[in-house]
């Protein structure tokens, strides 16, 4: 696999550019790619940073409908997770996934360049969107906040003067049904507005056989709401978005039981099949309002400002023992609100001297709550984990260990970016970043432990085997209030070479920092006696391209090789805590190297016959990490992992597409045939990298296989008016694991990927 697609990567010198041009203009020319990812619009080409765009034109013909779907297309970008409350987002193998509200994203995500802050907003339905761009390796002088990964801006269609009314609906197996409707219409000669809406569901496909509910469902709404005021000098637009979301979430497929022996027939669970005692549950509520200000001042200066409140709740309940027993279930409640300024200065367009300088300002508030339940056949759990409690595990009724508390960030940063012709083929680009920021907790851990017979103390290290003072009915354990500040200073410089008037090579040094924080999910009583903070950490990256068109606008290319460096990267590890005890917490734990290559291509061959190539390669992995741990592994606890590779860090990712236009001029439509392939190799889900198998050796974990997935949509389109498309996602059923665990009672779990699903689109345009 690994040959064909480094084939791939020579042949078509290719990864993936996706598609920015209207295929339904059979004129085999490709258009102009216009990004604003350095806060100014400028070509794609001329960009020094290796990025991947996909325009609302191409997320129709791919049938894109999240974030998730979106990342499949883009090499060394992974977005996966088993519920849209702790969405995984990682780029060139470096990500989060923890569902503490203290623990800070390593890309930043953003919605017309409004932050979007924690995991739960990331997985957005993608609605009336005029484009997506994904910036990849650090950006830290534009964008700052927790982009040391990468950046990804979601930039939504703007009312104009133009009345368009635009309906779409589609019909799939899974009874899934997705209806969508988009209207512009303008006020006035200086005034528009523009409406979005859409509803999404999907009946589950993992059959719980325990209740007979059916897992992994969807059902949201989504709304975006905008006003445009327009003049010569001016140009504001106040927007409103807001999505509702409930489902019955999945968290992975058990494997075997608490000791790890696999289940045996009829009890082997099938592809798709769980027996929890208890449903899983999550929902969502997000909002937002922003208000973006463009103000010419006169000399081609110009004066931007961005004002945004965010609001964001979720919930999440889970049968943590992932069994048919009444044992553990756990509710997740955060809510986070968030306000920020943006202030930009920026000098004239097509001078030899070209900047923009910024001033930033956040706040967010962010709370958390985390209540383990114990049910009624708790002494099960008693005999495997406290045999002395067992004879009591059985009187034990809604019995809760719970935390909570609240992180407050306050944030400022001032920022200059801004490029200098040192000839006329010779570009420099500098920038810089300076960020205060303060963060303040205030944490505690409680519980009530009842039994039918009255109160009885009991221990969290009885329980759980992490030690804390003892519970009883209402009694608070250990609080925890605490503030830090960091500040950081962040750099940028790149070289720009036009090789020709088509084409251009660059070297970039980029940097950015991530702020420290706090332990605030389960936490055992010596992490609050050791303190619950951590430092931050930094990135220094090394990068160089080429990017550029050929065959008269046939072709577009962008190669880059990179290198990222890491120091005190934020790790969620095992630590040892004495006493034969252990715990899983963030630390900063180790020096991190991430290095590899993207390429990308998209080719007319013909102009009915559009070819698209992506691969990348990365290499993400611990330069120095003694003392290391997994909860995988805890009897390896001190181990040195150095040389190991990051979890869910795949070597190699790719992607292809061929689209034809066939005109049919007796309908006055094209027929459009489409195939989009995608590859994922393999890769270890823990970094102690060991792939470890259950006592019997059939059901591997720590380590989840390579996969590859083809989608392909069929249909008429008439010029952007109306179309009607078949469609199929995992068109050949492949089966797989995107990621797997072992939960703290032992039992391991995996998270199946989605099976082939299908379905009819109609879409239809007035204008």
């Given at each position: ?22 295929f339904a203009q059979s004129t085999g020319l490709l258009e102009e790619v216009v990004v604003t990812a350095q806060k100014r619009s400028e070509s794609l080409e001329d960009v020094p940073i290796s990025m991947a765009v996909m325009s609302s034109d ?350 407050d960030t306050e944030s400022w940063a001032v920022f200059l970016n801004g490029t200098y012709d040192l000839t006329d083929r010779l570009t420099l680009g500098f920038g810089a970043r300076y960020t205060d920021e303060k963060k303040t907790v205030d ?325």
């Amino acid at each position: 696999m690994h040959r064909r697609i480094l084939t791939l990567a020579v042949g078509l010198a290719s990864a993936t550019l996706l598609p920015t041009q209207s295929f339904a203009q059979s004129t085999g020319l490709l258009e102009e790619v216009v990004v604003t990812a350095q806060k100014r619009s400028e070509s794609l080409e001329d960009v020094p940073i290796s990025m991947a765009v996909m325009s609302s034109d191409a997320m129709n013909k791919t049938g894109v409908r999240q974030m998730r779907e979106l990342a499949e297309f883009v090499p060394n970008v992974t977005l996966s997770s088993g519920n849209d409350n702790n969405t995984a987002v990682r780029i060139r193998g470096v990500g989060a996934n923890t569902r503490n509200i203290g623990f800070d994203t390593r890309v930043g995500m953003y919605l017309d360049g409004v932050y979007l802050g924690q995991s739960p907003a990331q997985n957005m339905d993608i609605l009336d969107l005029e484009r997506v761009e994904i910036a990849r390796g650090p950006q830290g002088t534009l964008f700052g906040k927790n982009t040391v990964a990468g950046a990804i801006n979601l930039i939504t269609a703007r009312p104009d003067q133009e009345f368009m009314t635009e309906l779409r609906g589609e019909y799939g197996n899974y009874n899934s049904h997705r209806v969508s409707a988009i209207v512009n219409t303008p006020l006035t000669d200086s005034l528009a507005a523009r409406f979005s809406v859409s509803d999404n569901h999907r009946d589950g496909y993992i059959d719980n056989i325990t209740t007979g509910t059916e897992f992994n469902e969807r059902d949201g709404t989504s709304f975006r709401g905008q006003l445009r005021y327009e003049t010569d000098r001016l140009d504001f637009n106040l927007a409103a978005d807001y999505l509702e979301s409930e489902r019955v979430s999945f968290m992975g497929e058990a494997q075997t039981d608490w000791s790890g022996t696999v289940y045996p027939d009829p009890l082997a669970p099938k592809r798709f099949e769980i027996s929890n005692n208890v449903d899983n549950y999550e929902e969502r509520e997000i909002w937002g309002i922003s208000g973006t200000l463009d103000l010419e001042l006169g000399n081609d200066y110009s004066l931007r400002s961005i004002t945004a409140y965010r609001d964001t709740e979720s919930d999440r309940i889970q049968d943590t023992d992932h069994s048919a027993i009444d044992i553990i279930r756990v509710d997740f409640p955060d809510q986070y609100e968030q306000w920020s300024q943006e202030f930009q200065l920026i000098s004239p367009a097509g001078e030899r001297l070209q900047y923009v300088a910024g001033l930033y300002l956040y706040d967010e508030q962010a709370k958390t709550q985390r209540s383990s339940t114990l049910g009624s056949e708790t002494g099960t759990l008693f005999a495997v984990l406290a045999p002395p409690l067992a004879p009591f595990g059985d009187q034990f009724t809604e019995s809760q260990v719970g935390t909570g508390g609240q992180v407050d960030t306050e944030s400022w940063a001032v920022f200059l970016n801004g490029t200098y012709d040192l000839t006329d083929r010779l570009t420099l680009g500098f920038g810089a970043r300076y960020t205060d920021e303060k963060k303040t907790v205030d944490y505690t851990i409680a519980g009530d432990v009842v039994m039918v017979g009255g109160v009885v103390p009991v221990t969290v290290a009885q329980l759980f085997g992490v030690a804390a003072g003892p519970i009883v009915d209402g009694q608070t354990v250990a609080v925890y209030e605490d503030d830090k500040s960091y500040n950081d200073f962040s750099p940028t410089v790149s070289l720009t070479y036009a090789i020709s008037d088509n084409s251009n090579i660059y070297l970039r040094y980029s940097s950015a920092f991530k702020a420290g924080g706090f332990n605030v999910d389960f936490v055992p009583q010596q992490v609050f006696d050791n303190g619950l903070d951590f430092d931050p950490e930094t990135v220094d990256a090394y990068e160089i391209g080429y990017k550029g068109t050929a065959l008269d606008d046939k072709l577009r290319f962008a190669l880059s090789a990179f290198q990222m460096d890491f120091e005190d990267y934020q790790l969620n590890q095992f630590v040892d805590l004495g006493n034969n005890i252990s715990a899983i917490t963030i630390r900063n734990a180790a020096e991190v190297q991430s290095r590899g290559f993207e390429a990308e291509a998209t080719w007319y061959a013909t102009p009915e016959l559009l070819l698209q190539g992506a691969v990348g390669y990365n290499k993400a992995e611990f330069e120095d990490f003694p003392g290391g741990g997994s909860a995988r592994n805890p009897a390896g606890l001190g181990a040195d992992l150095s040389g190991n590779t990051l979890p869910m860090a795949p070597e190699w990712s790719a992607a292809f597409t061929a689209q034809y236009n066939y005109p049919i001029a007796s309908l006055g439509a094209d027929l459009v045939t489409r195939v989009d392939w995608s590859y994922t190799d393999a890769a270890f889900t823990t970094e102690d990298n060991i792939k470890v198998s259950t006592p019997g050796g059939s059901i591997p974990y720590g380590y989840v296989d390579s996969y590859d997935i083809l989608n392909a949509r069929v249909g008429l389109e008439d010029m952007g008016k109306w179309s009607v498309y078949l469609w199929a996602r995992n068109l050949l059923d492949e089966e797989y694991f995107d990621n797997d665990s072992a939960d703290f009672l032992g039992t391991i779990v995996q998270m199946p990927g989605d099976p082939r699903t299908y379905g009819i689109e109609v879409a239809y345009t007035f204008d």
